[in-house]
């Protein structure tokens, strides 16, 4: 396809077309935007850009991102010391504190478990989460990992893992969702729903 526009932009493009729910289309009209909007987002975009790339850390404490660590959720005093949950990736610590859904700290592990793929126990980061628990304090660990196959096997993995310490261990129940309609779940969901059903 023949180009409309120069190497520079084109390469702003490309960028853009690497972003996650940016095709190439949509790409080509985000830049655009930004070339037109030079002075509104296109110059703070790339300020904003600058400050991210030299400061963003992953916390040692819980494996958020942020520009500091502990990062601001660890370094949080109102929030509770006893209950820690267990999330896949920063992604899904962030959704949760969107809808804030807890008052516990986080412990993200990077991953799960996948055998096809690969990943083992030791790529996950499961160390510094036994450390925390031995450190004692935590009465609950919420296991708030995907319903998906590899997020269950890793919730079996971890209950083992954290079976010798004084704690409770939970996890996410599934089933219907908030505004769900029973006619459209798939049987997978209502049978979880069915099974997980909880007192009125
Ligand atoms: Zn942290």
């Avoid at 986080?106 to 991953?111: I, K, P, Q």
């Avoid at 990943?119 to 450190?135: C, H, T």
């Avoid at 998906?148 to 893992?161: E, K």
């Amino acid at each position: 396809m023949a180009s409309v526009t120069g190497p520079e932009i084109e390469r702003l493009i490309q960028l853009l077309a690497k972003l996650p729910g940016l095709g190439p289309r949509s790409a080509r009209r985000a830049a655009l935007h930004l070339v037109k909007k030079r002075e509104q987002i296109l110059g703070p975009l790339a300020d904003a850009m600058q400050v991210a790339r030299e400061r963003i850390l992953v916390c040692e404490s819980c494996g958020n991102i942020d520009t500091l660590s502990p990062c601001t959720l660890c370094s949080d005093p109102k929030r509770d010391n006893s209950l820690l949950i267990v999330v896949e990736d920063v992604a899904d610590l962030w959704a949760l504190e969107r809808a804030s859904a807890t008052a516990g700290r986080y412990h993200v592990l990077g991953g799960v478990l996948a055998a096809l793929d690969g990943i083992g126990p030791k790529d996950l980061n499961l160390e510094a989460l036994v450390a925390r628990v031995a450190s004692g304090g935590i009465k609950e660990v919420i296991l708030a990992l995907n319903a998906t196959v590899d997020g269950q096997t890793t919730a079996h993995y971890i209950t083992d893992l954290l079976s010798p310490y004084e704690l409770i261990v939970t996890k996410l129940a599934h089933g219907v969702p908030v505004g769900g309609e029973l006619d459209y779940l798939d049987e997978g969901t209502l049978t979880a729903a069915m099974r997980q059903r909880t007192a009125v």
